[in-house]
């Protein structure tokens, strides 16, 4: 059975930090494979935040680069991302994304 489950979402304010964690089991892994983080607001659409290829590549939203950090254990088959400077405009239900398996999504709240 896959699962993908995430956790580290709070209430924070703003400049202040986060990480969030995704653990994923039950995945078959071959080849490469993509996971990552995206976002929800309400009343936005979906947006892709951050990606990390099992080859160790990675890429992010214009609006999070040089905040947000990415982070994979392949050995652990989780994923991590580190939100640093966070912004009212960070908040939004976090969802983690391992090799097309969706996560129910955690939530961030920043706000003074």
């Known amino acids: 059975q896959v699962q993908v489950v995430e956790s580290g979402g709070g209430l924070v304010q703003p400049g202040g930090s986060l990480r969030l964690s995704c653990a994923a089991s039950?995945?078959?892994?071959?080849?490469?494979?993509?996971m990552g983080w995206y976002r929800q607001a309400p009343g936005k659409s979906r947006e892709r935040v951050a990606v990390?290829?099992?080859?160790?590549?990675?890429d992010y939203a214009d609006s999070v680069y040089g905040r947000f950090t990415i982070s994979r254990d392949a050995a652990k088959n989780m994923i991590y991302l580190q939100m640093n400077d966070l912004k009212p405009e960070d908040t939004a239900l976090y969802y983690c994304?391992?090799?097309?398996?969706w996560g129910q999504g955690t939530q961030v709240t920043v706000s003074s």
């Open positions: 994304m391992y090799a097309a398996y």
């Open positions: 039950g995945i078959a892994i071959r080849g490469i494979l993509t």
């Open positions: 990390v290829t099992s080859a160790g590549n990675t």
